[in-house]
């Protein structure tokens, strides 16, 4: 499997702790695979992740929803948009039900961003 970073999980585990480590394991994506086969697992795999893990998948899928609210967006970006929320809803679907405030947070965040559709 492929990261992001050259950084491995026990310079994490040493610089942070364990959990820490374990959890951005956890999160990450399998860069070797298509964005498509990432996503999808992303989908299958998020009823399955700890409530941790879950936590950052719910707060990572509102903060890229939040950079994606642009006041004037192109038909690009709109599609993105779209694209994107869908995506997220999928995910999060899988992950609700750890933090309250946190889904419902994500749920005003996409409220929000279809409003600028």
Known sequence: ?????????????QKF?????????????DMTLPKDQRRQQQIVD??????GAKLIKIADKISNIRARILPQPSQ???EDLIDY???????VAGCRGVNAVLDRTFDETVKQARSTL
């Open 76 to 78: 690009d970006e709109r």
């Open 17 to 29: 702790s364990k959990r820490v480590a374990a959890l951005v394991v956890e999160v990450t994506d």
């Open 1 to 13: 499997m492929q990261n992001d970073t050259e950084t491995t999980r026990e310079e994490l585990a």
């Open 85 to 91: 929320l869908a995506f997220a809803e999928k995910v």
């Open 46 to 51: 998020a009823p399955n992740k700890s409530s």
